[in-house]
């Protein structure tokens, strides 16, 4: 079974430009959070959607948008890009309406802003 | 009321010893505590979880304490080992209709050979 998938791994983009990130989750997994993850302040809570809907919300600027497809690809939304924006984003996906207890993680999208 | 606090930030520990860390939390209506593991290049992945009505809980050499009083928890790593050089991470959820975990900073974690 295929894991957790995202695109694209690495990615440059410039102050002010806006960034589009995918997540792919495990076959049968409905549910697909986001995690930005910096160095000393761990992996933070950015949203989480289940069946096109999103259901809960992290403590991020408006800038920071998501959406759920009818397939359970999910993609996150940058715009107006800060150099504070720099990280590792790591899509979670989960199988069920209901917390089962484990996140399966992808490998993350490491972007850099200049 | 929604942080987890972690510590230590890095840790050094000889090949067979044991590593040790340490969580804390604040908010009581968490009641499911998950460690990560992170190798470099890759996404978190579950090591051990722990739910607040045991004390302890072990998998093989990684054992997990709650302390629900002191609202602390802690990773207990037995006969480390160079292979479990990585990134661990605490974590703590309330259950129910989210997915949403709440993590702490992260602990490296060198074993020396």
């Known amino acids: 079974k295929a894991g957790v998938t995202q695109t694209p791994r690495y990615l440059i983009k410039t102050r002010g430009q806006q960034v589009t990130l995918s997540c792919s989750p495990i076959?049968?997994?409905?549910?697909v959070s986001w995690y930005q993850q910096t160095p000393g302040q761990g992996l933070q809570f950015l949203f989480e959607?289940?069946?096109?809907?999103?259901?809960n919300k992290g403590n991020f600027p408006g800038r920071f948008s998501g959406r759920q497809f009818s397939n359970s690809r999910s993609e996150m939304n940058v715009s107006t890009l800060e150099l504070g924006d720099s990280a590792l984003y790591l899509c979670?996906?989960?199988?069920?309406?209901?917390?089962?207890?484990?996140?399966?993680f992808g490998e993350g999208s490491r972007l850099t802003v200049l | 009321q929604q942080q987890v606090k972690q510590s230590p930030q890095s840790l050094i520990v000889q090949k067979g010893g044991i590593s040790i860390i340490n969580c804390a939390y604040e908010?009581?209506?968490?009641?499911?505590f998950p460690w990560y593991q992170q190798f470099p290049g890759k996404g978190p992945a579950l090591l051990i979880a722990?739910?607040?009505?045991?004390s302890e809980k072990k998998e093989g050499r990684f054992t997990i304490s709650f302390n629900k009083s002191a609202k602390q928890f802690s990773l207990h790593i037995m006969d480390s080992q160079p292979g479990d050089s990585a990134t661990y991470f605490c974590?703590?959820?309330?259950?129910?209709?989210?997915?949403?975990?709440?993590f702490g900073t992260g602990t490296l974690l060198a074993v020396q050979p």
């Open positions: 979670a996906s989960s199988p069920g309406q209901t917390f089962s207890g484990e996140l399966f």
């Open positions: 076959s049968g997994h409905r549910s």
């Open positions: 959607y289940f069946s096109e809907t999103q259901r």
């Open positions: 908010n009581t209506a968490f009641d499911y």
């Open positions: 722990i739910r607040p009505d045991v």
């Open positions: 974590a703590a959820s309330i259950s129910g209709a989210t997915n949403k975990l709440i």
